[in-house]
């Protein structure tokens, strides 16, 4: 399959996807290059929100809004582990910067930030993440797993979790539900 850079593009998973890690899943790829690819799905919150997650890893907290920030599934892939999409990118330890706009932070300073009530005035916060070995997403993708479509910040930042999908599908102009399960090859 030809080289292709998802960066900033969303996965949307296919109605046949049996993986229960995906089905159903809105996914944002945050780096897509020769070693692989990560990404954070963003429609599947936790029953957590951020005050919870503060207190696990004793970070105080000072703002009420932490309580109603909820933390999000987001992939299979290391999910003790905390990551904050976020945007603006700002100026954290440990930011991966995938476009000018938006910033990946692994590092726990923005959480403290947050806590404070000074973080980025836009985030969602996940625990885990989704990974992709060199050519692993695009043999996926020759197989009919996932429809992709260039990411809109505000799909992720101002919609509802369970509204995402649906807004992803309606870049593509396609409904979701008008989907089949059976992939057709020309």
């Given amino acids: 399959m030809q080289s292709v850079n998802l960066t900033q593009h969303f996965l949307i998973a296919m109605p046949a996807m049996v993986d229960p890690n995906f089905s159903k899943t809105l996914t944002y790829i945050c780096e897509h290059n020769e070693q692989g690819a990560l990404g954070l ?20 907290i000072t703002a009420s809004e932490c309580d109603l920030i909820p933390i999000h599934f987001g992939g299979p892939v290391q ?44 985030m969602l916060i996940t625990l885990g993440y989704a990974g992709w070995a060199p050519g692993q997403i695009e043999h996926e ?21 369970e509204q995402r999908l649906a807004a992803a599908m309606e870049l593509l102009g396609v409904d979701y539900a008008s989907l ?3 992939a057709g090859h020309a």
């Fill in 180 to 182: 089949s399960e059976n």
């Fill in 79 to 122: 999910t003790d582990r905390g990551f904050v999409l976020h945007e603006p990118v700002g100026q954290w330890q440990s930011t991966l910067a995938v476009s000018s706009e938006i910033g990946l932070t692994t590092s726990k300073d923005i959480l403290q930030a947050v806590a404070r009530g000074e973080g980025p005035h836009q």
């Fill in 41 to 60: 799905v963003v429609n599947r919150p936790l029953n957590m929100t951020l005050s919870k997650l503060l207190e696990q890893v004793s970070i105080p």
């Fill in 141 to 161: 993708l020759a197989q009919n797993a996932w429809l992709t479509v260039a990411a809109r910040p505000d799909v992720i930042f101002n919609l509802p979790p």
